[in-house]
């Protein structure tokens, strides 16, 4: 099931541009958008929204304690050593294709 932005932001209690804001805030937060670019949200993006809430309104997080805060609860790796991890595997798949090239 889907929801419109407008119901979303009704559940919540927020303003339609609030969870825009968020969503550009928080990059795993990602509706889906139909033909004519509305937002359409399912249960597990509005259970993402509601935890942000939470966190921003009620525990007092400011946006980037709240988004290291569900980055620890979701496991999810932090980007700077998600870009570094990228950057090692992508210089060890150069080397081979390097030893490779030169047995040609």
Known sequence: MYYSIGEV???????????????KEFSWLRPVKNGRGDRRYVEGDIELLRRIQFLTREAG?????????????????????????????LREVRKVLVEIAGQL
């Open 9 to 23: 932001a009704a559940m919540l209690g927020e303003n339609s541009s609030t969870l825009r804001f968020w969503e």
């Open 61 to 89: 997080y400011t946006i980037d304690g709240a988004r290291e805060q569900l980055r620890r609860e979701r496991h999810l790796p932090d980007a700077d050593a998600s870009r570094e991890q990228l950057a090692r595997t």
